[in-house]
Every structure is written in structure tokens, then in C-alpha cells.
């Protein structure tokens, strides 16, 4: 049964738990201003950004590892700790007192010795298992870390790029829209700049890291993947997402991810708008047909968008096609979304 003092104390962490995130949001947000006006502004060109980047990666520990150690460096720090010493001090300025302690030692060495030697051997085979399952997972991360999505070689090709020009002009919601936007491999399409041109709160990330070197600096552009930028979203922190690119390829375990996570950033009555292109689209560019045979999952027909939709909370407002952003291009499709409160 608790006492009052600890309710009270209970009280008292909870509320400074409390206050703490709140000054953490607030200064994520005023983080989050600055950084938007400074690209606003060009002082944080994506080459910059890229670059900075590239040093932070290059420094980080490599997944799989600890904040501090690595994993074989904490199995060291184990095993090396865990011999017993049963040879105790028997020093002492009391008089007498050392001869008592040297005696004790003596009678229960025997005792202890028998103990630390089987908690010894216990560390040992215990520390060994271990570094089997730290290789064994490793060898599985490593792997799995090869076969992920966004590493890949599955890209859809930039020339399948989809224009929303026209579809902006006829999507009176998507002008109207109060808030942040945020546009998925904005070096594809026209999305950035054509919402940016309407002078919306909008901004792009893209993985490619080519496609990326002389973009417009004028254009508030990350160099991010999806999967990771999704989920650092905060909850109801977008007005609308234009969900486009290589997220198509994905398996349907992914982009039944990538939904619902969105899902949860989007505000209530929020928009989004999946370009897509269906299942038999046909094109002379090998690139696409390399992506498509490497990709871990397939294009879904708008039968299957609409369903997946629906199992997230978003209801199918509007759908057409899109025409590419080059003559050469293929036509795509889209599909508007309206998030349900």
C-alpha cells in the first residue's frame, strides 16, 4: 500500500516528465523554423546537407552496435569480470581484528573457492554462448541489411517521373491545404516545385544521392529514405503527403508500413495523394525492367491502393491518370486520399 509521501513523489516526476516533453516539442519545433527558413534561404543547400550527412554516417556506430561499445567489446567486459576473487582483504586498524579476518579466510577458503570456481566456469561457457549467437546475428543482420529495400538496386528509373501540374489545378484540396506537406523522392515528378510555386509549407526527401547534387537550393530537399524519415514523423504533424517513387517496389509488408505510419502523421481530415503506376506498365527503359526484377515486392493495380487505404483510415476522395513528366515517360496514375477523423 503506498504511502502519501511516495503518491506525492509519484506526482511530482510525473508532472516534471510532463514539462520536459513539452520543452522538448517546443524546441523540436522552434529547431524545425529555423532550419526551414535557413533553406528557404538557400544557406542549407542540399549539397551541404548531403555532405554533412555523409560525415555523420561515416562517424556513427554501424547498426548493431551499442550507444558506447560494440558488442564484442561488451562480451570482453563480461568475461573479464566475471572471475571471482575470493582472496578478500584482511588488513585492519582495529587491533586484533586482521587476525579474525585471516582466520575466517582460512576457514572458508575451501568453501568459497569451490563456489567461485563453478560461477567461474558458468561465465566462461556462458560468454562463449553468446559470442555464437553475436556471430550468428550478425552474419543475419548483414544479410538482411543487403536484401533491405532502399540498398538494393530497385529504384524505380527518374524518367517514369509523373507530373501533377494539371492535377493540381483540378484538386481544389490540394490548394487549400493548411500546414506542412511533405513530398516522397521529390527529384521524380514536379510535386516540390509545383506545390512549392502555390506557395504552400511544403517540403522533399530522396534517398538518390545523384539525383540530388544540383537541385533547385531554393527547395527545402533532405537527403533521407523513406522508412527513416517516416518514422522520426511526428504524430499529426502533416497537412498532406504526395506518396510517390521507388515505394512501389516495395514488398506489400513495407508499404502496408509506410501506410500506416503516415497515417498517424497525417493530421485528422489530412490529405494524401499516391502516384502509382498499375501492374502492366510497359516501357523501352531497361532500367525499369531491371528494378522491377530486383525489387522485393510489385506494382499494385488501384484495386489493391484502395483496399490498403481503407485498412488505414483513408477514404478514396478522387482518382485519375497523371501524365509523365517527360514525352518518353509512362502515364501513371493517382489516387486522393482523405484521412478519417
Not at 91 to 114: I, R
Not at 140 to 158: G, T
Request: charge should be negative; charged fraction near 25%.
Amino acid at each position: 500500500m503506498s504511502t502519501e509521501s511516495e503518491t506525492d513523489s509519484s506526482s511530482i516526476y510525473e508532472a516534471l516528465e510532463m514539462d520536459i516533453k513539452t520543452f522538448q516539442n517546443e524546441l523540436y519545433a522552434q529547431i524545425e523554423k529555423e532550419v526551414h527558413e535557413r533553406r528557404s534561404q538557400g544557406e542549407y543547400p542540399p549539397a551541404f546537407e548531403l555532405a554533412m550527412d555523409k560525415a555523420f554516417k561515416r562517424h556513427a556506430p554501424h547498426p548493431g552496435e551499442a550507444s558506447v561499445y560494440s558488442a564484442e567489446h561488451l562480451l570482453d567486459m563480461v568475461e573479464a569480470t566475471g572471475y571471482i576473487d575470493i582472496a578478500v582483504p584482511t588488513t585492519s586498524s582495529t587491533p586484533g581484528v586482521a587476525y579474525l579476518k585471516l582466520f575466517v579466510k582460512k576457514l572458508t577458503a575451501w568453501y568459497f573457492n569451490y563456489i567461485a570456481q563453478q560461477l567461474s566456469n558458468f561465465v566462461v561457457n556462458l560468454v562463449h554462448l553468446l559470442r555464437v549467437i553475436h556471430v550468428r546475428l550478425d552474419k543475419l543482420e548483414k544479410r538482411v541489411y543487403e536484401l533491405y529495400p532502399e540498398i538494393i538496386a530497385a529504384d524505380l528509373p527518374p524518367s517514369l517521373g509523373l507530373s501533377i501540374y494539371d492535377l493540381v489545378q483540378k484538386e481544389i484540396e490540394l490548394t487549400s491545404v493548411k500546414g506542412r506537406l511533405l513530398v516522397t523522392e521529390c527529384a521524380s515528378g514536379d510535386a516540390l516545385k509545383t506545390i512549392s510555386d502555390l506557395g504552400l509549407d511544403v517540403y522533399g526527401i530522396d534517398h538518390r544521392e545523384k539525383l540530388l547534387e544540383n537541385r533547385n537550393d531554393r527547395l527545402d530537399i533532405r537527403w533521407e529514405t523513406l522508412s527513416h524519415h517516416v518514422e522520426s514523423l511526428a504524430l499529426n504533424s502533416l497537412a498532406a503527403v504526395v506518396l510517390q517513387g521507388s515505394f512501389e517496389l516495395r514488398s506489400a509488408h513495407d508499404k502496408a508500413d509506410i501506410l500506416a505510419t503516415l497515417s498517424k502523421a497525417i493530421k485528422p481530415n489530412g490529405l494524401l495523394l499516391l502516384l502509382h503506376h498499375e501492374p502492366a506498365v510497359s516501357t523501352d527503359v531497361l532500367d525499369l525492367t531491371v528494378a522491377k526484377e530486383l525489387a522485393p515486392g510489385r506494382l499494385f493495380s488501384e484495386v489493391t491502393w484502395r483496399h490498403m487505404l481503407n485498412l488505414v483510415g483513408f477514404q478514396v476522395i478522387s482518382h485519375g491518370a497523371v501524365p509523365p513528366l517527360d514525352k518518353d515517360g509512362v502515364l501513371g496514375n493517382y489516387l486522393l486520399a482523405r484521412l478519417e477523423s
